[in-house]
């Protein structure tokens, strides 16, 4: 049995000792016990068939336990009214299920219309709903077919929240698009969830969105068996087993890297452009890092500027390192909110942070494995 338990927050939505056996002999979910904290994102991990969207879909109770208790602000989902309980409870789905008859706006309304808002107000929140998901107020009167997949799937969200129930059950949501609308959709979560603070269950197979999005994650194993659950840091840089080690991938050390930023890296002034520096950084009149220049090559002050790729505080020491590797001066230059030039960072200098990042981590395991009662996550 895994218990996970974390953080001070108060327990949204909490396992106890919950299984689930079908009629044909099959364990679903096998004595989960897993407390889930008010405002975060949990993703539940792991290869199909595991026992994930079971055990989102106990939550709402569309399906019920066999044994065990699951409760919702601190109610047992059994003692509540089924269709009370789901009103609290916003639900999005792979390919997005909206109602193909049914205009944008009343796709959006659908909850509020249900719980009598009268058709003014369901309309007037559902176009203010358009906006927050980012959706152009005209597509509201457009049908589903005439959207992309990916604005479909944010009509979905936007459904969802119609009612603004404090708990968001995803399953697999960005599942049936392509990368680029998958991570602008995940960016739009994170963007919601900053003002929002939803308490999130999220299901998917895949490790890398669960890295992005969890605030933590619960890895699953076939047979409905919870394994491990843990804020993504800690989940990488100690797995529980072999088992969690293989799901996270080789590349566990650079998923790391993926959630430090560079704040906490030291800038120094960009090349002087005083002829004793190669590289020198080109900038427009409002100081945004236009390009690298070498002063010493052929063409000197004609040469043509070679690619930048400015960071912010807030970018990642993946991105940081990734662009100290391209930048032909191996030196990162940092911007601030408005694209204005800070300084730069070389590319030792983001050796040595990612290097120490990798170290902490490391240390982090080993205390945990000598004190594994620790409130942080608990494997037995
Ligand atoms: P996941 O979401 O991780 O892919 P599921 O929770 O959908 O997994 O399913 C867990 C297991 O339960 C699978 O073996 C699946 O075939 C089985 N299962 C799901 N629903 C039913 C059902 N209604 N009857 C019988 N077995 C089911």
Request: glycine share 10%; with cysteine.
């Amino acid at each position: 049995m895994t218990i996970c338990r974390q953080g001070k927050g108060k327990r949204m939505i909490s396992f106890k000792h919950v299984s689930k056996h079908y009629p044909n002999g099959t364990t679903a979910v096998d004595d989960l016990s897993l407390e889930l904290p008010e405002g975060d994102i949990t993703v539940l991990v792991g290869s199909s068939g595991c026992g994930k969207t079971t055990t989102l879909r106990m939550v709402n109770r569309m399906v019920e336990p066999s044994s065990g208790t699951v409760s919702v602000g601190g109610r047992d989902i059994l003692e509540a009214d089924a269709a009370e309980l789901r009103r609290g409870i916003g639900y999005v789905i792979q390919q997005a299920g909206l109602f193909p008859h049914r205009t944008i706006l009343d796709n959006i309304a659908t909850v509020p219309l249900l719980l009598g808002w009268g058709r003014r107000k369901a309309r007037a929140r559902a176009a203010e709903l358009l906006e927050l998901v980012g959706l152009p107020a005209g597509s509201g009167k457009r049908y589903p077919h005439q959207l992309s997949g990916g604005q479909q799937q944010r009509v979905g969200v936007a459904r969802a929240l119609a009612a603004d129930p404090p708990v968001l059950l995803m399953d697999e949501p960005f599942g049936a698009v392509d990368p680029v609308v998958r991570t602008q959709l995940q960016n739009e979560l994170l963007r919601l969830q900053s003002e929002l603070r939803k308490t999130v269950v999220f299901v998917t197979h895949d490790i890398d969105e669960a890295v992005r999005l969890g605030d933590r994650i619960a890895i699953f194993r076939t047979g409905g068996h919870l394994v491990q659950c843990a804020p993504p840091a800690e989940l990488l840089a100690s797995p529980a087993d072999d088992f969690v080690a293989g799901f996270l991938g080789a590349e566990r050390g650079l998923k790391l890297l993926s959630l430090s930023t560079l704040a906490d890296v030291p800038q120094e002034p960009a090349p002087a452009d005083d002829g004793t520096d190669r590289w020198r950084l080109v900038t427009s009149g409002r100081g945004e890092p236009l390009g690298w220049r070498d002063t010493e090559g052929p063409d000197g002050d004609e040469a043509p500027l070679l690619p930048v790729r400015p960071l912010r505080d807030t970018d990642s020491l993946l991105s940081a390192l990734d662009e100290s590797l391209a930048s032909p001066a191996g030196l990162v230059a940092r911007v601030d909110a408005d694209g204005v030039l800070t300084g730069v960072t070389g590319r030792d200098r983001i050796h040595e942070h990612a290097g120490r990042r990798h170290a902490e981590a490391g240390r982090a395991s080993a205390v945990k494995a000598a004190a594994p009662d620790s409130d942080a996550s608990v494997t037995a």
